[in-house]
């Protein structure tokens, strides 16, 4: 009998040190919340969040308030008859413990919900919890938890035998049928459904496209290690533009202008292509000899489709009597799944005589889907009649576009320059028709002249891209090299 009552007594002990945590816990998080948030700013900063942890703390209060006169102070003397039954049913009975409890799991499901869309779907509020629907949502928290307890209003009783409150249910089964549905929505249903959130929540922050944005945790060294800018250079680095099917880059050679032999080194574009993005790219000048090199700026403001907004990326100019120079951007991977262009082209030698460079004519670029027009030209130095061989387009047809460009090589000096023929072995597809342009060249004493290649209109789709050019007019200065290319 002594240690009925000693394990009643520790028992007791034990609900009230964790009704006490409870209960001053839950009121210390309703205290901050609202001193945080009163002033004259009270409407304007309250969130939904503050009333979900607000009414989760209700609720646990109430959980808490509930288990004192039900498990700490038992020996309460409970009337007989019908008032004892309210009693058991509105205080004693512990009924308020499973309506606090139920509410409590309901608040921590909303508070997972809103915390998952504002996470995964920061940009689209529809989905979350607004001001407006806050009253109706918290509204319906209490009562379905009311509902769900419904039975116990019901059926808890005073039983004079035991002196305790207890359910009398008129079914075997009906007690373990509630037990069940108590199993569900208390446990394993709110158990999965938060589990689920969290774990979108976590991959959203954590594992999902890392290296996308700069602002990221992994980025933040690599972002730190980063060297500063060498003087005289404006580089605009683009690490990752990416979207579900485009991983869009840039690429250009660097040329050498002076005294010695200039280059344009091979460009490649191994795969160049889109289903949503048209991309023109843009080009320059360079005017070499004594004087100051110059790179003109390629400007390419936006090329967008769908989800993707392309910063393109240049290098830098050194000027001066110093050997200009132009950083190479290696574009890795210009995919898409129905085109992949390869473009190429050559280099120029030029020697010491008065360089010329013959008009580049680009008689159309239009479209229907998107008419293409590539046009290019040379130039030839020397004493001797320079040629131009011919370019053909073999044939303009293919099912998914696939451009294979060649280009040559033209030599300067006593020799007789040459023009490696260019082969476009397949241009077309169902949308795009590319056309092709070349011009010709004139040799002679007079002075020579590039004519303005015009990009009037390349269109697709969504895109419209404006292509940047140049022109360049030589004299009986330096040499003059002009490498111009364009694809969209």
């Not at 288990?67 to 004693?92: A, E, H, Q, W």
Request: proline fraction near 5%.
């Amino acid at each position: 009998m002594t240690s009925d009552i000693l394990a009643d007594a520790a028992l007791a002990a034990l609900f009230a040190v964790l009704v006490a945590v409870d209960i001053i816990g839950n009121a210390f998080v309703c205290f901050v919340i609202l001193k945080h948030r009163v002033g004259v700013t009270l409407i304007h900063t309250r969130t939904a969040m503050d009333y979900l942890l607000a009414n989760l703390a209700a609720s646990d209060i109430l959980l808490g308030v509930f288990v004192i006169p039900r498990y700490i102070i038992p020996g309460s003397v409970n009337p007989m008859g019908f008032k004892g039954d309210l009693l058991c049913k509105f205080v004693t009975g512990g009924v308020f413990i499973w309506v606090g409890g139920a509410a409590s799991v309901f608040s921590l499901i909303l508070i997972a919900a809103e915390r998952y869309s504002s996470v995964v779907y920061p940009h689209k509020p529809n989905l979350r919890i607004s001001k407006a629907r806050l009253p109706d949502v918290l509204l319906s928290c209490w009562i379905f938890a009311f509902i769900l307890n419904s039975p116990l209003f019901i059926f808890m009783v005073y039983d004079e035998k035991s002196e305790f409150c207890v359910e009398e249910w008129p079914s075997y089964v009906l007690p373990r049928a509630y037990g069940i549905l108590w199993l569900l929505y208390g446990g394993l249903v709110p158990i999965a459904a938060m589990a689920c959130l969290y774990a979108q929540i976590i991959r959203s922050l954590w594992f999902k496209h890392p290296s996308l944005t700069i602002n990221t945790r992994s980025n933040v060294p690599k972002v730190l290690a980063t060297p500063k800018p060498v003087p005289k250079m404006r580089r605009t680095n683009v690490d990752e533009l990416a979207s579900s099917d485009i991983t869009v880059g840039l690429a250009w050679g660097r040329q050498v202008s002076g005294t010695q032999e200039p280059k344009i080194r091979q460009t490649n574009v191994d795969e160049l292509a889109s289903g949503d993005v048209t991309v023109g790219l843009a080009w320059g000048r360079q005017v070499s000899g004594t004087q100051e090199p110059k790179i003109r700026q390629t400007n390419v403001d936006e090329l967008a489709s769908g989800d993707v907004t392309v910063g393109l990326a240049w290098g830098r100019q050194v000027s001066g009597t110093q050997e200009p120079k132009i950083r190479r951007t290696n574009v890795d991977e210009l995919a898409s799944d129905d085109v992949k262009v390869g473009l190429a082209w050559g280099r120029q030698v030029s020697g010491t005589q008065e360089p010329k460079i013959r008009r580049t004519n680009v008689d159309e670029l239009a479209s229907g889907d998107v008419k293409v027009g590539l046009a290019w030209g040379r130039q030839v130095s020397g004493t001797q009649e320079p040629k131009i061989r011919r370019t053909n387009v073999d044939e303009l047809a293919s099912g998914d576009v696939k451009v294979g460009l060649a280009w040559g090589r033209q030599v300067s000096g006593t020799q007789e320059p040459k023009i490696r023929r260019t082969n476009v072995d397949e241009l077309a597809s169902d949308d795009v028709k590319v056309g092709l342009a070349w011009g010709r060249q004139v040799s002679g004493t007079q002075e020579p002249k590039i004519r303005r290649t015009n990009v009037d209109e390349l269109a697709s789709g969504d895109v419209k891209v404006g292509l940047a050019w140049g022109r360049q007019v030589s004299g009986t200065q330096g040499n003059v090299s002009v490498d111009c290319f364009g694809r969209a």
